[in-house]
């Protein structure tokens, strides 16, 4: 039961990701930019070849590639482990979702699609997309969770 949790936020995520892409391909032209908080968080409709920050622009089979390793690497972790909390559950759901979504853009477009801008202090972030986030809060949430599980054993083991 637990893993079915998995899929299923892997399953919404991806839905939310490729939904608000094609809402974004549909209302806005390439380039274009839509102010919703002055100086601080834009719609900005953008393409990405590459990586994160635009690392390894034009690597797309490179990056297909990793992601389908992933993926697979994710599904064996799934079966095989004993997964027990929701911290990772939601990890692994959000990660394999946002894994997927980007994947997918990649696998139709040859590109990821991204839109969202945000300004702090005259700094502009590299532009995203709710698969992106998707990706760096699944990870975060597995990481924290797996440092939580070893503090855990350690306490039971140095109780006996």
């Known amino acids: 039961m637990k893993k079915e949790k998995i899929y299923t936020i892997c399953v919404w995520t991806l839905l939310c990701d490729q939904i608000i892409k094609v809402l974004i391909t549909l209302k806005l032209k390439l380039y274009q930019t839509i102010v919703v908080i002055p100086n601080f968080f834009d ?51 959000l990660l394999m979702g946002g894994l997927v979504g980007n994947l997918v853009d990649r696998l139709l477009y040859g590109h990821v699609i991204d839109y969202l801008s945000f300004h702090i202090f005259k700094y502009s972030f590299p532009v995203f997309n709710i698969a992106d986030i998707a990706i760096v809060v699944g990870v975060f949430l597995f990481f924290i969770d797996s440092i939580k599980d070893k503090s855990k054993t350690k306490k039971i083991s140095k109780s006996k």
């Open 43 to 93: 719609i900005y409709y953008l393409t990405n070849k590459g990586g994160a920050f635009s690392i390894f622009e034009n690597a797309s089979y490179f990056f297909i590639i990793f992601a389908i390793c992933i993926f697979i690497i994710l599904q064996q972790y799934i079966k095989k482990a004993s997964i027990k909390s929701s911290m990772e559950i939601t990890g692994l759901g």
